[in-house]
Each structure stands twice: as structure tokens, then as C-alpha cells.
């Protein structure tokens, strides 16, 4: 019995054994790092065209996993910002980043409008598209002859709308403008003048 407690001491002090567990040890742990992968974190991704003033919801965005020093630049659930709103046109397939946001809408100095159109808009326009407000005026009673005005530029396209009703084509659009332009909108729309949209420059 003490001649076998000796065999196995000396097993244990044998330096090739003490290096195997060692490497054993060591494959253990290089293999559960490759297993687990890099560090991610969970941000969000437009998974549609985000026009400005926007509100952050489960409808127009989907959270993702990024490598944890991507992520940093961008924001995602952990970061509380559903009650903000967009600022700038975010792309689909877009990450999100805090240089997008706006606190309100309201102190961004925009605002949502709803315009009848008498002609169709260009066909180049969509959502998130840049584009100009203009006022066709009607050929007046007494010889003043009709025109055209640019009353509002730097907007921004939320949607297009047109219906046909009783044979007439209505066309309609819902536009993010800037509330210094709001006033001569309305005053079209109050007027038996009409309004068309152009495309307009790069904002």
C-alpha cells in the first residue's frame, strides 16, 4: 500500500504530466471563448423609410445585434429613447444613432400638414424625399394673368396620396414643413388658388 502512494507522488511530480493538464486546461478554456463568440450589443435598425418627426415604435423598427464597438455609436433598447422623435430621413436597413434624434417636435419648429394638390406630384418623389411647396394662382376676373410661386422649400415628403372620385383625379400629400411657411400654406387653402409639389434640393 505505501509503495503504491509513492508511484502515484511520483506520477504527479513528473513534469510532462503536470504540462498535459496544462494544455488540456488551457484547450478548455481557448475553446469555450471561440464557443461564446465577440461581445455584441442590441441596437436598432429602420426596417422602413423614417421620415423626420417620426416617434421611435415597434412598427418602424427592429432590434439587431452589432459587435459591442459598433454599437457604441448607435442606440438601442437599453437606451430609453422610444417617446423621441426622428430628425433627419433614415434609409430602411438603417442603424439608428443618437445624432438622429430630436427631443420634440414642436421645438424642432415643424409641422405635419395635409395639402389637396391639383396636379400629381413628379414621380420622383416618395417618402423622405426633399421637395418644394408652389401656389398656382387662377386667371383673375379683370385681365390679371395666372402664375406660380414657390411658398414653401426644404420640406419633407411623409406620404402621396390620390383617389378617384366620380371620374375626378384628387391627389393629396402629407408634408413636414417648416413652421415659418405654415401661414402661406394655409392661405392657399383658404383661397381658390392650388398648390403642386417639385422635387427640391438636398437638405
Do not use: C
Request: avoid cysteine.
Amino acid at each position: 500500500m505505501a509503495q503504491a502512494q509513492r508511484i502515484s507522488f511520483s506520477r504527479w511530480k513528473d513534469p510532462r504530466l503536470a504540462l498535459g493538464v496544462l494544455l488540456i486546461a488551457a484547450s478548455a478554456v481557448a475553446g469555450s471563448f471561440l464557443m461564446a463568440g465577440p461581445e455584441t450589443r442590441a441596437v436598432y435598425r429602420a426596417n422602413e423609410s423614417i421620415v423626420p418627426g417620426t416617434e421611435l415604435s415597434s412598427a418602424n423598427l427592429e432590434v439587431v445585434d452589432v459587435p459591442a464597438h459598433v454599437g457604441e455609436s448607435y442606440i438601442g433598447p437599453s437606451d430609453g429613447v422610444e417617446d423621441r422623435r426622428i430628425s433627419q430621413v433614415v434609409g430602411e436597413g438603417e442603424l439608428i444613432s443618437d445624432r438622429l434624434m430630436e427631443p420634440d417636435e414642436v421645438s424642432a419648429g415643424h409641422t405635419h400638414l395635409v395639402v389637396p394638390l391639383v396636379a400629381p406630384a413628379p414621380a420622383g418623389l416618395g417618402k423622405g424625399s426633399p421637395a418644394e411647396l408652389w401656389r398656382v394662382t387662377q386667371e383673375q376676373v379683370g385681365g390679371e394673368a395666372s402664375g406660380a410661386e414657390r411658398i414653401a422649400s426644404d420640406l419633407v415628403i411623409v406620404s402621396i396620396a390620390s383617389s378617384d372620385s366620380m371620374r375626378i383625379d384628387q391627389y393629396s400629400a402629407e408634408i413636414r414643413v417648416d413652421n415659418r411657411y405654415v401661414p402661406d400654406v394655409l392661405a392657399v387653402l383658404g383661397s381658390p388658388d392650388g398648390l403642386v409639389l417639385v422635387q427640391g434640393g438636398g437638405q
